[in-house]
């Protein structure tokens, strides 16, 4: 009951104030909008010899079916900058999907 509870209330979230505007034309070539929830959070791992790897991931989580037939390598534009999906993640009970994204250079 909890997760699903909280599976409403982050889809709640992203079409609230803290959510950004999304497009993503999908395979038939239709411009899809929408918003969603972007976290980029940057940081350092220790890489266990004494060295640090940054860390540096962003995130957009959407409601399920919001972005019809995106995938891996499909690109989204997220608060007006480009974005690459590296992995397509289910949340919680199936509400909610995770991409994670990978900036696009020279866009």
């Not at 979230?13 to 929830?37: E, F, K």
């Not at 534009?77 to 480009?82: E, H, I, P, R």
């Amino acid at each position: 009951m909890a997760s699903t509870l909280m599976a409403r209330h982050l889809a709640a979230m992203c079409s609230g104030p803290l959510s950004v505007p999304v497009r993503y034309t999908d395979p038939t070539g239709a411009i899809v909008s929408t918003r969603g929830l972007f976290n980029h959070d940057a940081d350092l791992i220790d890489d266990m010899t004494g060295g640090e790897i940054k860390r540096d991931a962003r995130v957009l989580t959407v409601p399920v079916g919001r972005l019809p037939g995106a995938r891996q390598n499909s690109r989204v534009t997220v608060d007006g900058a480009t974005f690459e999906v590296r992995a397509v993640l289910p949340m919680e009970d199936g509400q909610l999907v995770r991409y994670l994204l990978a900036p696009v250079s020279g866009t």
